[in-house]
């Protein structure tokens, strides 16, 4: 299946859970725990966490299904989205922190929810898209990558093939056109 037959997969299998499918619900875990399971340990860092986590994920899509809109996201997004909020709420009720030296921030996630995923909560989704098709399409790509995979800099500048210095000057200034452009 290539990556719109997928899409359309995920989609369909949503709209089947939203209407109680549990078979749909196990097709929808099947085709994208691997991927969610490693938003929450790239967060959390631990794997029991993590597990733990990836499975209140699955519990919210079973009873949020009928939220899903594929107007507005797409279904892993959508999905990954959930992952990494709800790891970032866990990481704050444990109240762990740690700190490394300034040296190695590019291997410090940002923990705190971003704008762009706040934004996909509310409605205005239409406003970002319309934002977002301003940037760079390299650009985007990044910020998907760092905001909605859950990437470091580091991974996200080594699969765009540039310095980490150059994707955080990247994604730094595609933030603030966003941002001047969500203001307008």
Known sequence: MDADQNRQALVANLQ???SGDRAALKEVYDATSAKLFGVCLRILGN?????????????????????????????????????????????????RRTFKPIDEAHEVPDEAESSLASLLRGEDVRQLQGCMSELDATHQAALRSAFFEG??????AERHNVPTGTMKSWIRRS??????CLAR
């Open 47 to 95: 794997r029991s966490e993590a597990e733990d986590v990836l499975q209140e994920v699955y519990i919210t899509v079973w009873s949020k299904a009928d939220r899903f809109d594929a107007e507005r996201a797409s279904p892993i997004t959508w999905l990954a989205a959930l992952a990494r909020n709800r790891a970032i709420d866990r990481q704050r009720q444990l109240g």
């Open 151 to 156: 990437l470091t800099y580091q991974d996200v």
């Open 175 to 180: 933030l603030l056109k966003l941002k001047a």
């Open 16 to 18: 089947r859970v939203a």
